[in-house]
């Protein structure tokens, strides 16, 4: 039997959402400062690869933010 889909068991996607976006945006919003693996495996209940990849994504989205805002890349 396959494994349940980390996003469908913690997250109410809304109909025709993009579920990458909507899931980025939902880690954006509650992690100010770059999650570690840890916390995301424990609030999403992703395996560790995948969370190692979102946390991969989350600092290539506030490098792109610090740029934007003229700031160093030195983690916010």
């Known amino acids: 039997m396959p494994k349940p889909a980390y996003r469908n068991d913690s997250l109410s996607i809304p109909p025709n959402a993009?579920?990458?976006m909507f899931l980025a945006?939902?880690?954006a919003q509650e992690f100010?400062?770059?999650p570690t693996p840890a916390q995301l495996m424990h609030r999403?209940?992703?395996c560790r690869a995948t969370a190692y990849r979102w946390r991969r994504a989350w600092r290539?989205?506030?490098e792109l933010i610090q740029a934007r805002e003229?700031?160093?890349h030195a983690h916010a």
């Open 18 to 20: 993009n579920g990458c």
């Open 44 to 46: 999403f209940g992703m």
């Open 70 to 72: 003229g700031r160093s």
């Open 60 to 62: 290539s989205a506030a």
């Open 25 to 27: 945006a939902v880690i």
């Open 32 to 34: 100010r400062h770059e």
